[in-house]
């Protein structure tokens, strides 16, 4: 009986297990199959992200292009203006003017079309000057007149925009900041940094225009002068730096780009200066660009060295050189310069007159002089004229107009055909060279 109760105890053990057992093994079959789905989604989870991915890649956003936009200063002299768009940022360098040309009947000045810029006026983020020269500031307060925006210069490019903007009423509503050579602003995206330049005017700067896709050196105007009126050479070095790090285009001054050789040194034409004042008994009439402060500096030297007093023609001319004097960019003794209307009281050889109207503009001081209308000045067979430029490009002829009027009179009139007593502020072709070397840049851009 035992042995067969024990038996059925086994038995039923026995089941007891193999139903355990068959619990369990249908448990693992039930988890197995619950699993299932859940691989399936994580595949179709996987599938879809890669889908999107591939969308995205397909129809995702592009990355923004930098666009360069010459809104004026190509194919032409003056009328400089440059964009610079990236994304939602935009900046311009210079605003300059024109003169018209003879087709322009009743215009004064030609000053750029900025509809552009006015279409996307939201992202604009300012203008950065590079020197303070007509064709490159005179169109600033037209420009403001249409939009108001923050304008970045060096101090003596600042004090001549001011100038401009108190004739317009605009200076109050302006916001001007004075940088210095070697630093560096942000306006959005563009990192700018101004490095110091030399040019036919003080506080000439190339920019360095740090954008998401590369730099661009954007030179202005420039000479490469070993002897510069000011002591103050062009930053070579920091070109050269800039150019091992990379630049992704070379904007530029191609002004003398057909020249060969070297433009000579500011300095060359103070010792003309001195030559022609040295025997000179005669009153003398020096016509000049009204913002070559490195002209007027030496026009000053060589008054000062023969005994001369200096007195002014043309409201630009008065504008420039009372701005340069209160910077501290012309040095002169204070009893130096005297009233227009002072002259009479002096002998001609203790007289130097300096005017503007280098380019025979109609209505420029020493046009109206050569014309007989200028009401201070008179000009007499006992003047010697000495016109400090060279006419630009399409004002030859109202240049050599006024020569001929002068020498009608009887006075002797000293040009640069007769004198070097003009020398350009535009790089020849080997000091261009030496700027691509030093740069090394991706693209050039004349």
Sequence with gaps: MEKNNETKRRVTSDRHNTKRNTKVVNNKAQNVTEAKPIVKTTRNRRTRNVEKKEKVEEFGFKRPKLRIIPLGGLHEIGKNITVFEYGDDMIAVDCGLSFPEDDMLGVDLVIPDITYILKNKEKFRGLVITHGHEDHIGGIPYFLKQL???????KLTVGLIKNK??????????????????QTIRLGCFRIEFIRSCHSIPDSVMLSISTPVGTILHTGDFKIDYTPIDGKRMDLGRIAEIGNKGILALMSDSTNSERKGYTMSESSVGEVFDKLFMHCTKRIVVATFASNVHRVQQIVNSAVKYGRKIAICGRSMINMINTAIELGYIKCPDNLFIDIDMINNYTDNQLVIITTG?????????????????????????DLVIISATPIPGNEKYVSKVIDDLMQIGAEVVYSALEDIHVSGHACQEEQKLILTLAKPKYFIP
């Design 165 to 182: 903007l108190e004739e317009h009423n605009l200076v109050n509503s302006t916001k001007l900041y004075s940088v210095n050579q070697g």
């Design 358 to 382: 280098s380019q025979g503009e109609a209505m420029s001081a020493l046009t109206r002089m050569a014309t007989g209308t200028h009401k201070k000045v008179k000009i007499t067979q006992n």
């Design 148 to 154: 108001n925006t923050p304008i970045y210069a060096t």
